[in-house]
């Protein structure tokens, strides 16, 4: 773990029909306090919301960078939203019940992205 409790998390784009290998090259780097478990820890996240950064990361696009945020809503009572402008609620993407999925390598995730598109990711990295 980070000094400051953080865990650095890489999502790659998992299999799908457009790739059928995956693609190393579109996905999300991120940063997020997890529990010993590997579940996203949503009390110390509250003290460490600021520092958890996220970029998306798209073939030939540019980067967007944002925040990891945790939203009332959705199922459960909350959603995890990557949030890349506080002003334009229509840029987040979506996490589905990543609240529930542990995020340890070889692990599955899906994220909803801003035009409703759900794309499955698999867990590359946890430092």
Known sequence: MTTDGLKHITLTLARCKEFPEGSATRGYSFR??????GTLDSE???????????????DDEPDQ?????????????????????PNVPSDDETGYRL???????????SVKDDEGEMNTFVVASVE
């Not at 110390?44 to 798209?58: G, P």
């Not at 960078?65 to 402008?85: C, I, K, P």
């Open 44 to 58: 110390a996240w509250k003290d460490a919301r600021e520092q958890c950064a996220v970029r998306r990361f798209w």
């Open 32 to 37: 997020a306090p997890l529990k010993p478990d």
């Open 65 to 85: 960078h944002g925040l990891l945020v945790l939203r009332a809503g959705g199922a459960g009572g909350s959603s995890w939203v990557f949030d890349y402008n």
């Open 99 to 109: 609240g529930s999925h542990r995020f340890v390598p070889g692990e599955y995730v």
